[in-house]
């Protein structure tokens, strides 16, 4: 039986353009909504800033969950049962986006639940992404033959796991803090060093 991923990583990039797709539907159908309450087109785009932000913050959140999914899969040369798994998982978690990044439209950014709901909904992803990394690292069914992943790239996806959790905790102490919370990714390096320094 042959391993090759191909398969799996086309229906992958379908199942992504899909729910990318889905993001953006809620503001298409606000359009007729205007023309039938006479509203200015100007109104379309200034009355709904807050669905406009939360589509974009996911398309930024998807298509950068899409590239490093890629990277991954550079380096996978078969797959397992636990791979598709973990791919299930990852997919399961995008799929899903589309329904806290509505809520992140529609109530406020100090709203606790909304902004827990939405970074564990990424958590979750990048959770199933750092599995996956470590698995094209570790397995040998798994890895590619001719170009295997890096321990830097496992230690990277640890550390954006460890990152986005941190992020969850301090939502869940201080929700003023919102979705600034997020910046804390930007700490990824450092985190993968102390990773590294921790034999990781």
């Known amino acids: 039986m042959s391993r090759d ?3 799996l ?6 199942v992504v353009a899909i729910a990318v797709t889905l993001l953006v539907l809620p503001l298409v159908d606000v359009v007729p909504e205007a023309v039938h309450a006479h509203r200015r087109s100007v109104e379309v785009v200034t009355e709904h800033l807050p669905q406009i932000w939360a589509f974009t913050l996911s398309f930024l959140v998807i298509i950068r969950l899409w590239f490093v999914h890629h990277r991954v899969f550079e380096h996978v040369g078969g797959y397992t049962r636990a791979l598709m798994a973990l791919n299930a998982g990852w997919l399961f978690a995008i799929v899903v986006l589309p329904f806290p990044t509505e809520m992140v439209a529609s109530y406020p950014g100090d709203d606790r639940f909304t902004v827990m709901l ?3 909904n990424v958590l979750v992803a990048t959770a199933c992404q750092a599995a996956l990394t470590v698995l094209s690292y570790r397995d040998p069914v798994v890895a590619s033959k001719t170009d295997p992943a890096e321990i830097e790239s496992v230690r990277a996806a640890l550390s954006a796991v460890v990152l986005l959790g941190l992020s969850l905790a301090v939502v869940a102490v201080l929700p003023g803090v919102s979705y600034f919370a997020l910046l804390l990714l930007f700490l ?3 985190v993968s060093e102390i990773l590294r320094r921790a034999g990781v």
């Open 5 to 7: 991923p191909d398969r």
């Open 9 to 14: 990583v086309l229906f992958t990039d379908a």
């Open 118 to 120: 939405y970074i564990g």
């Open 188 to 190: 990824s390096k450092p």
